[in-house]
């Protein structure tokens, strides 16, 4: 099996690996097409500490399962990517994917998506309907990821929101905010990032310009995970207002506390977040992805793929079409 | 009237001010006791750049109003500190608390309480049943502000909650928390501190072996105020749980993010509070503050209770008491 392998040095080099089994009583996927996400890119500055296959945004063929997952053989699917014991405090006190012993696909623990086969237990997977196409069955991850705000803050057509960052995932979470309702402002630091907001319908603002917009906003989310942009999202949040951190932070941040605590901002953080909900986004069309995408590569060209997605949008590889 | 006057420096002097007056239509009060605060320590440090009379922790008596506030007159009270203009967007977002504009008692545009005497509008004022003597009044500020959390953060009997930082507002929060049902663990560095916890039925643990609590509690508030304060209490902090700030931080704090993230906490910040809850809390014995007191000083002794106040308990000026 061909895969992509980060080393500890943060080396990106395809390799042949053993083919996941069945043996440990999961799911077969033979991967179709899989996104490179910003935390991607951090695991290979260090982030984690994780070596292995990466990738966790995917949508694949069921190609083995035992007998009792039968159902799913030859299905496609997305997968939500971690795995939990189910038993520990973790599990217990905030849900598996809390869970204390808990491994991720492709970025804690478990290889991930940029091989032509992964693995992941049943009840991570999600049968995906026909209209939804391979290209956009990539975002489903990243969009349950947005629609995780939804489940932590109140949204509805009264909230002002500002999502910062209008990267990738900045795009997933404003358009995710809008269809609950709220009035969306996006914060781009690029044109060209603005221009593919505009083109999904999103108001924008260049991030010179915000400092009128200060403490206008309900709900602001950071999607940058830098520690400028989280500078410039806690600034617009209103008095009493929620700053959700919405990306991956690596190293440490220096925050201003005083006007968090004057102001009682609630900072929340956010991770994963309800598949079939994105599902049904992306399936109805409420959250677009095709402006999105900045190009589609074969795993051999995997370098170029990285290089790319430092620019802010989506690339996708495909490592087991054939 | 005498005051102690705080400059632009950071140094600290009696000096003779004018004596406030009811052509603000505000109450005059005399202040009979106040105590010193850990955010008037930050003050002298520099912080939110106020120079004037501090102190904002106070009871008194109205000895003159405007005949529409007549009623207060003779009156012995506690006041809110923060005057608003009711009107901006602050206020109307979330609250007068929020002015855009607004003055803060001894903290903000507006002398304090370590004079012998103030002024606030009356619509501030809280009248004090005489069981809480006047040491305990001093408690009200403080206390509303801890009685604020419970505000913000659902707290019940299946609460398990932590307060990082044994000393005054951290010994308040503890009590309020579990006047509300929570079960609390007080966790403080000094073991003076924890004995004085312990005096009035806290549970405590030292902050070095905090470490086997890790991410056991729904709830946790840092009373600290500084980075180590902020860090301790983050690993507390249960996944999905809530931690929140309760202090006054000066400067920049260096945050890890990442764990915060990806265990998806909310931080909030925590200010004022119910005036009102406060007192019936001193005045049930619920909150109990006498172990508190470290020591009560005329206001010529202002420097020798500032060094006093440095080592965690209230220390009292008695500026207008004769």
Not at 140 to 160: H, K, M
Not at 203 to 227: P, Q
Request: proline fraction near 5%; glycine fraction near 12%.
């Amino acid at each position: 099996v061909r895969a992509l392998v980060l080393d500890g040095d943060g080396t990106l080099s395809l390799r042949d690996r053993p083919k996941p089994s069945t043996a440990s009583a999961e799911c077969v996927i033979r991967v179709t097409a899989a996104g490179i996400c910003g935390t991607d890119l951090e695991l290979r500055r260090g982030y984690a500490g994780f070596s292995g296959v990466p990738g966790h945004e995917f949508v694949g063929t069921v190609t083995d399962a035992k007998p009792a997952d039968s159902k799913w053989t030859g299905r496609r699917v997305a997968g939500e990517i971690t795995v939990g014991c189910g038993e520990c405090h973790g599990c217990r006190v905030a849900g598996r994917g809390h869970c204390d012993v808990r491994t991720v696909l492709g970025i804690r623990g478990r290889d991930g998506a940029f091989a032509e086969y992964l693995s992941l237990p049943s009840m991570n997977l999600h049968a995906l309907p026909d209209p939804i196409d391979d290209v956009t069955a990539v975002f489903v991850e990243p969009t349950a990821a947005a629609c995780r705000v939804v489940e932590q803050v109140q949204i509805d057509d009264r909230t002002r929101a500002a999502v910062v960052g209008a990267g990738r995932l900045g795009l997933l979470v404003a358009q995710v905010l809008r269809s609950h309702g709220a009035t969306v402002t996006v914060v781009g630091r690029s044109e060209s990032s603005r221009t593919i907001a505009a083109t999904l319908g999103l108001d924008t603002v260049g991030a010179d310009s915000s400092a009128s917009l200060a403490r206008m906003y309900d709900v602001v989310v950071d999607a940058t995970g830098d520690a400028a942009g989280f500078a410039s999202a806690s600034a617009l949040v209103r008095p009493r207002g929620t700053l959700v951190v919405k990306s991956t932070f690596h190293g440490v941040t220096p925050v201003s506390f005083s006007p968090l605590v004057v102001d009682e901002i609630a900072v929340i953080g956010s991770r994963c977040g309800p598949f079939s909900r994105a599902i049904e986004l992306l399936g109805s069309g409420a959250v677009g992805v095709k402006p999105l995408v900045a190009a589609i590569y074969p795993l051999e060209q995997f370098a170029r793929a990285f290089d790319r997605a430092t620019h802010g949008l989506k690339v996708i590889l495909t490592p087991g079409s054939s």
